[in-house]
Structures are given as structure tokens and as C-alpha cells.
């Protein structure tokens, strides 16, 4: 079974910073793609960033230059950084990423950690 999980959201200002981590665990060979995703009320939830096994990262142009998402392929975690927010970030923001177990690839969703910002 292999699982992700979210921490790291809570409470923040518009103009403050958060980083959220996303940790996998399991019995899996290695994981390539991760990803985070957001999802506000009322809105389908969108690609934020995405970062391959190599450490090549992709940004939706709502976050360049205030977000970055990075990896530690040693302890199978992956983060966003996140600062300069804005009143639209407020979301539920959820991890995801391609796993390799045994010879197949599977994609995974963590639950989601909150990220309210108070106005």
C-alpha cells in the first residue's frame, strides 16, 4: 500500500509564507513525477507545480515566482514553498505523484491539507 501525506497548511495572512510537505511511504521501487495540486470552492482543482524525478520543475503561471516546489529523493518527500500569498491562493492543496511498484506505474493523491488565508 502506498500512501502520501500532507502537512503543513494552516492560517496565513495575504502576503505571508507557507510550506507544505508531502511524505510517501510504502512498498514501491521509486517514484518519478510529483506533483501539487489545489482545489478552492466551487472550482475544479488545477496543476500548481510539478517536479520530475531529475528535479525539473513546471509552475502554472498564478505561482511563478512566488511558489517552488522541491524533492528529496532520500527521504521521498516533496514541498512547496509559498510565499508572497495572495487572496486567491486560499485552497485545499493536494500532493500527487507517479509510483513504480514492481514493474507498473500507479498515480497516487494524498487527503489534501487546508490552506485558508484569512483576508
Known amino acids: 500500500q502506498v500512501q502520501l501525506v500532507e502537512s503543513g497548511g494552516g492560517l496565513v495572512q495575504p502576503g505571508g509564507s507557507l510550506r507544505l510537505s508531502c511524505a510517501a511511504s510504502?512498498?514501491?521501487?521509486?517514484?518519478?513525477?510529483m506533483h501539487w495540486y489545489r482545489q478552492a470552492p466551487g472550482k475544479q482543482r488545477e496543476l500548481v507545480a510539478h517536479i520530475t524525478s531529475g528535479g525539473s520543475t513546471n509552475y502554472a503561471d498564478s505561482v511563478k515566482g512566488r511558489f517552488t516546489i522541491s524533492r528529496d529523493n532520500t527521504k521521498n518527500t516533496v514541498s512547496l514553498q509559498m510565499n508572497s500569498l495572495k487572496p486567491e491562493d486560499p485552497a485545499i492543496y493536494y500532493c500527487n505523484a507517479h509510483f513504480f511498484v514492481g514493474s507498473q506505474g500507479f498515480g497516487y493523491w494524498g487527503p489534501g491539507t487546508q490552506v485558508p488565508v484569512s483576508s
Open positions: 510504502g512498498r514501491f521501487v521509486s517514484i518519478s513525477d
